[in-house]
């Protein structure tokens, strides 16, 4: 895997909106890893102990601080760095804040969206272009089978709607524009719910599990039935690495929407999820605590990934008990004082040694 992915991106010109966020700053690492040139747009890191600010990220890529609604910064920057990869995960991500700041939602996750796919069309050195959703941008039925990319979007929730909205929009550039440029690929791809070390957001399990086990409280869940195809955040980004390889190289064979998700023994409750953690983490204990009038979360989600594996030859390498083995492996190291970079960079390795 390495040596494949090496040589796609040494010396390539890579762009990535969203490095200060969870998986931009995991998929930034990776790049430099590779030996790629990359620059990074994003807003600031909200918390110094965000993995873009242990890693210290800014001093081993170059970075811009930007907002995807910011047309004419966007441009500038394009223009003078003329990516040959554009990676977008630059997000309002989180589903329950979105229900506070639905306009915030909708202008970053829409319309910033938009001014990424006018930059995709009108820089001449782009070749392969990721366009990151998310699986809550399908219409959810509480369906026991997975989603397929031609399934119906839609979205009960802010966040989710604005999902399903980018998908629709990327849909008609792809129609409209990029079917008419045959030297660039351009796909858009949906992720399971991502677990691994750095991770700090707002109301998402694992960071919220790992810092009451630091404080010595049990973990409360609100929602402990809901059942999510959990991942490690590797797992998503080497698909988007394989399938931007390929882009590059067939843009037109590669180009559209993309499943990238756990094998279905990954498919588990949050209370399931919870309870490994506490292993794994070595004490502990879970509550259950639900909120009265709560916004509304999906109770079941998962996707069908067959047309990565089949098409791509994209396949999980790590199962459940190993994504939580090594997602508590970090926090715990970090705990301990070890340089994130040292960490997160090892792991990295682990991951790319590892055989699907």
């Not at 915030?104 to 366009?131: C, H, K, Q, W």
Request: include cysteine.
């Amino acid at each position: 895997m390495r040596n494949r992915l090496v040589a796609a991106f040494r010396g390539k010109r890579v762009l990535v909106t969203g490095d200060t966020g969870f998986k931009g700053s995991w998929l930034s690492l990776w790049l430099r890893e590779l030996g790629a040139e990359v620059l990074g747009y994003a807003l600031p890191a909200e918390r110094v102990d965000d993995h873009f600010n242990l890693l210290g990220l800014d001093c081993l890529i170059h970075h811009v601080d930007g907002d995807i609604c910011d047309h004419a910064h966007l441009r500038q920057v394009f223009d003078e760095f003329q990516p040959e990869f554009l990676f977008h995960l630059a997000a309002q991500a989180l589903v329950r804040f979105s229900y506070e700041a639905p306009k915030l939602t909708f202008d970053t996750n829409i319309s910033g969206s938009v001014n990424i796919l006018e930059m995709a069309r009108t820089t001449p050195s782009l070749r392969a272009l990721i366009y990151v959703t998310s699986d809550k941008c399908y219409r959810n039925h509480e369906w026991i089978w997975g989603y397929r990319e031609n399934d119906e979007l839609g979205g009960h929730d802010p966040y989710s709607a604005s999902k399903a909205a980018a998908e629709i929009v990327f849909a008609a550039y792809g129609d409209a524009f990029f079917s008419q440029m045959p030297l660039l690929g351009a796909a858009s791809v949906r992720a399971g719910n991502v677990i691994g070390g750095g991770d700090w957001s707002r109301d998402r399990i694992v960071p919220d599990a790992i810092k009451a086990l630091r404080d010595g409280n049990p973990i409360m869940l609100r929602n402990p039935n809901a059942t999510r195809p959990w991942q490690h955040v590797l797992e998503p980004l080497s698909g988007y690495l394989q399938l931007a390889s390929q882009l590059y190289l067939q843009p037109q064979q590669f180009s559209g929407p993309w499943n990238f998700g756990p094998r279905t023994d990954s498919i588990r409750t949050v209370h399931d999820l919870s309870k490994a953690i506490v292993a794994a983490w070595g004490n502990g204990s879970v509550q259950v605590a639900a909120i009265p009038n709560a916004p509304r979360e999906a109770r079941y989600l998962h996707l069908n990934c067959d047309k990565a594996n089949h098409s791509l030859h994209w396949h999980p390498r790590w199962d459940f008990a190993h994504t939580v083995a090594e997602t508590v492996h970090w926090y715990k190291e970090i705990s301990a004082d070890r340089p994130a970079l040292e960490v997160s960079t090892q792991q990295l390795r682990h991951y790319m040694e590892t055989t699907a």
